[in-house]
């Protein structure tokens, strides 16, 4: 289980949200279809928009805010994972992305370790262009935050 939080801004576009391409050699041809919300596990005792706010943190770095957070819900991935995402109006300008890393086996069996950043990219995006570029599952919460934001103007 995760938790974590979809962005937003009004831009000159419209609506926009942010969203982030994850690092390592796993990800790094990939685009379409691979972008996600910031995230991160849930332990037991966490509470999930601690961990929401946490990740968004640890994936951004510490020039990211975001403010107050409204529930969108929970969404279940391909593979099974279950996300419990949040809305909030952020202020992030990617070029200042500092993510956390991690360290895995690279490459695989070759006995030598290398770290990646967590995150490689964060961007801003209207709301139909993520759609093209988020985990197919994600994309529901695009969908619920368009009815939040319709329901606050009084639609």
Do not use: C
């Not at 000159?12 to 790094?28: I, K, N, Q, Y």
């Not at 849930?42 to 990740?55: N, S």
């Amino acid at each position: 289980m995760s938790a974590g939080i979809l962005a937003y801004r009004k831009g000159a576009r419209g609506l926009e949200v942010l969203l982030v391409h994850p690092g390592g050699p796993f990800w790094r041809k990939k685009d379409g279809g691979a972008w996600s919300i910031p995230k991160g596990e849930i332990d037991a005792a966490d509470a999930p928009e601690q961990v929401a706010r946490r990740e968004f943190a640890e994936e951004l770095g510490p020039s990211a805010s975001i403010g107050p957070l409204q529930p969108l819900g929970e969404i279940r991935q391909r593979g099974g994972k279950r996300v419990i995402a949040f809305a909030g109006e952020g202020h992030f300008d990617p070029a200042a992305l500092i993510s956390n890393t991690f360290d895995i086996e690279w490459p695989p069996r070759s006995g030598r370790r290398q770290s990646f950043p967590e995150v490689d990219r964060a961007e801003w995006f209207d709301i139909e262009f993520a759609r093209t570029k988020m985990l197919s599952a994600q994309v529901e919460l695009l969908d619920r935050l368009l009815a939040t934001a319709a329901e606050s103007d009084g639609r």
